[in-house]
Nanobody, 122 residues
Framework: QVQLAESGGGSVQAGGSLRLSCAAS?????MGWFRQAPGKEREGVAA???????TYAASVKGRFAVSRDAGKSTLYLQMNRLAPEDSAMYYC???????????????????WGQGILVTVSS
């Protein structure tokens, strides 16, 4: 079982930036971020394969950037030009295969973090 530990959430004004981090306790190949706002379904935000290929949801492309450290066990999400609609609980997810990294489908990820809150005020 792989544990995922998220950090870096918080509150920011619209137009601001935040950086989320997610550390995995063991080997994973695909790592990604999902978010869920109150009353809405969980949606894929971005994901990165161990070989560096990244996928983004259309709603964040050009504003968010996902990356992994050299050891590939830590995932980052740099969020720029944040808007109130980006407010949500953000979840780190991971799997030992790369399918989820192209699908951004929650069902393709085996391991999940507890979630971290991001609040963007207008």
């Amino acid at each position: 079982q792989v544990q995922l530990a998220e950090s870096g959430g918080g509150s920011v004004q619209a137009g601001g930036s935040l950086r989320l981090s997610c550390a995995a306790s063991g080997y994973v190949s695909c790592m990604g971020w999902f978010r869920q706002a109150p009353g809405k379904e969980r949606e894929g935000v971005a994901a990165a394969e161990s070989r560096g290929i990244s996928t983004y949801a259309a709603s964040v492309k050009g504003r968010f950037a996902v990356s992994r450290d050299a050891g590939k066990s830590t995932l980052y999400l740099q969020m720029n030009r944040l808007a109130p609609e980006d407010s949500a609980m953000y979840y780190c997810a991971a799997d030992r295969v790369d399918g989820g990294c192209s699908s951004l489908s929650a069902g393709d990820f085996q391991f999940w973090g507890q979630g971290i809150l991001v609040t963007v005020s207008s």
